[in-house]
């Protein structure tokens, strides 16, 4: 056991966890946190608007950099945007993040077990990832 689902509250496996904390991270607003007010991802503030080039890379960016910032067991090496026009149209956005998955990165070992592609949706002001 690694950690607690937040659900569930059963016992999880480190990638799941890694997996949940994605999630949080990237549907946690900056500044929300009273303790913690750097905290978050900042994607969920552009949610909403005109989805021009810029804005995607503006999305893609603070995903990496959010993910590499307060997640020590990944190191994202690409973001991209999966779905439809239509499928973004009506805000269910879907990003797939390819990470070197480093199981020990929050006790400042960085050796990468494997590289991990996982997709992350955000709908309803939620984040919900899966592994590919």
């Keep these: 056991m690694t950690g607690v689902d937040r659900y569930t509250l059963k016992p999880i496996d480190n990638l799941s966890h890694t997996m ?4 949080v991270i990237l549907s946690t607003d900056i500044g929300s946190r ?29 995903i990496g950099t959010a993910i590499d910032l307060w997640e020590p067991r990944l190191a994202v090496r690409r973001v991209s945007f999966e779905g439809s026009a239509g499928a973004v149209r009506v805000g269910t956005a879907s990003v797939v993040i ?10 400042g070992d960085f050796t990468v077990e494997q590289t991990v592609s996982f997709s992350v949706s955000f709908a309803q002001g939620k984040a919900s990832s899966s592994v590919l």
């Design 20 to 23: 949940q904390s994605v999630e």
């Design 34 to 62: 009273v303790m913690r007010r750097p905290f978050g991802g900042g994607v969920s503030e552009l949610l909403g608007r005109a989805l021009v080039p810029r804005t995607f890379a503006i999305m893609q960016q603070l």
């Design 98 to 107: 390819a990470a070197d998955y480093r199981p020990n990165g929050h006790l």
